[in-house]
């Protein structure tokens, strides 16, 4: 199927008819534009109007689709070959269409993945290599950023070892230990923060909310909002691994 020789008669037909574009157009419901796109071979009919514009050209949707006018001995021999050039563009666009789906398919997976991934190393299910711990942390060297008194720390529990990333950010040696740790020391400390600020249980998905509040809390004893704001400092150097 030829779309240029199809524009090209709907063309010839129409000056026959002497039709201008709007009018035709306008016989059969769509602008001028889509006339001029139709007899410039940029695109066909809708098949929804086709019948019509034949009707109103007198012709055949054999003669259409031909692109010219079809005798009578050649009717039958046209048909066949408007068919088949049918069921090869029914076959280009369901291929196309699969493609399409095919494609579309393998980027929704890929985005998942990236945000899937994105959103496991926020929450600290999984680890970026940049962000994992990689050099010793002193203070002034190199590209070590931050003030952080790793000795302190230390003291307090070797799973709270801290280094430094690859930017330089100080970082637990291993986050995910040190932070059950935190969890099992720090049980009084967590509490105050959750029951003042009326958080859910510290995890993954909440630190984010203890090492805001930690700093704040007013009630409880002594002991109690110095391990809280212990957790807030933790935290903010825990956070590290993950942003």
Same mark, same amino acid.
């Given at each position: 199927?030829?779309?240029?020789?199809?524009?090209?008669?709907?063309?010839?037909?129409?000056?026959?008819?002497?039709?201008?574009?709007?009018?035709?157009?306008?016989?059969?419901?769509?602008?001028?534009?889509?006339?001029?796109?139709?007899?410039?071979?940029?695109?066909?009919?809708?098949?929804?109007?086709?019948?019509?514009?034949?009707?109103?050209?007198?012709?055949?949707?054999?003669? *259409?689709?031909?692109?010219?006018?079809?005798?009578?001995?050649?009717?039958?021999?046209?048909?066949?070959?408007?068919?088949?050039?049918?069921?090869?563009?029914?076959?280009?666009?369901?291929?196309?269409?699969?493609?399409?789906?095919?494609?579309?398919?393998?980027?929704?997976?890929? *985005?998942?993945?990236?945000?899937?991934?994105?959103?496991?190393?926020?929450?600290?299910?999984?680890?970026?290599?940049? *962000?994992?711990?990689?050099?010793?942390?002193?203070?002034?060297?190199?590209?070590?950023?931050?003030?952080?008194?790793?000795?302190?720390?230390?003291?307090?529990?070797?799973?709270?070892?801290?280094?430094?990333?690859?930017?330089?950010?100080?970082?637990?040696?291993?986050?995910?230990?040190?932070?059950?740790?935190?969890?099992?020391?720090?049980?009084?400390?967590?509490?105050?923060?959750?029951?003042?600020?009326?958080?859910?249980?510290?995890?993954?998905?909440?630190?984010?909310?203890?090492?805001?509040?930690?700093?704040?809390?007013?009630?409880?004893?002594?002991?109690?909002?110095?391990?809280?704001?212990?957790?807030?400092?933790?935290?903010?150097?825990?956070?590290?691994?993950?942003?």
């Amino acid at each position: 199927m030829n779309q240029e020789k199809i524009g090209m008669f709907i063309a010839k037909c129409r000056k026959e008819k002497g039709l201008t574009q709007s009018v035709l157009g306008e016989k059969l419901g769509v602008s001028a534009k889509a006339v001029s796109k139709w007899e410039n071979g940029k695109s066909m009919p809708d098949i929804s109007i086709m019948k019509d514009l034949c009707d109103t050209l007198e012709i055949t949707l054999n003669e *259409l689709f031909a692109g010219e006018k079809i005798k009578e001995k050649d009717i039958q021999k046209k048909s066949e070959n408007n068919l088949l050039n049918l069921l090869k563009i029914n076959n280009i666009i369901k291929s196309k269409k699969k493609t399409f789906i095919l494609v579309t398919l393998i980027l929704l997976i890929l *985005l998942i993945f990236v945000i899937g991934k994105m959103l496991l190393v926020e929450y600290g299910f999984i680890y970026d290599d940049d *962000l994992k711990y990689t050099q010793i942390y002193i203070q002034n060297e190199g590209n070590i950023k931050g003030n952080v008194d790793i000795n302190k720390f230390g003291k307090i529990d070797k799973d709270f070892d801290i280094g430094a990333n690859k930017y330089g950010m100080a970082v637990f040696k291993n986050p995910k230990k040190a932070f059950k740790t935190l969890k099992k020391k720090y049980k009084n400390g967590i509490k105050l923060i959750q029951k003042e600020f009326n958080l859910p249980p510290l995890s993954n998905f909440t630190y984010k909310g203890y090492k805001t509040y930690g700093w704040q809390v007013t009630k409880g004893t002594k002991k109690d909002k110095e391990q809280a704001r212990f957790v807030s400092s933790f935290l903010d150097i825990y956070e590290n691994s993950f942003n």
